[in-house]
């Protein structure tokens, strides 16, 4: 709840939430590690049967930022994905993040629409992006 909270210091997920994503069991959240102290987690939600996954949430600790484990995360959810036979995966992501957007983008996802003022108490849209398994390796 560290790492979310110093994250998403406006939106972060109450630890109740992240309790029943953990609990869920369409979910996979996994963990990045070094020596013991947890510097990063990301989750996918797939629902049995589905043909599309969603990424429910990637954070990396501020001090680990840069080096690639938000990239490491995101791979290894859409592995989960593709194991899942997920045809596409989904996510959203703050308009006003153009790292993660960057990020999502090279790694085969494309904006496909808005919501706007998502997220709150910022008045922030979010972007939703869609990658389809299907077309990239």
Known sequence: MAIENASFP???????AMAAELES????????????RLTGYAGLRHLPGGSDSDVQTIAVAAAERGRGLGRDLLKELLDTARARNAKEVFLEVRADNP???RLYESEG???IGRRARYYQPDDVDAVIMKCDLRRIA
């Not at 069991?25 to 963990?31: A, L, Q």
């Open 10 to 16: 406006s939106d972060a997920w109450p630890e109740s």
């Open 25 to 36: 069991p369409y979910g996979r959240y996994i963990v990045a590690e070094d020596d013991g």
């Open 99 to 101: 790292i993660a957007q």
């Open 109 to 111: 996802f494309v904006e």
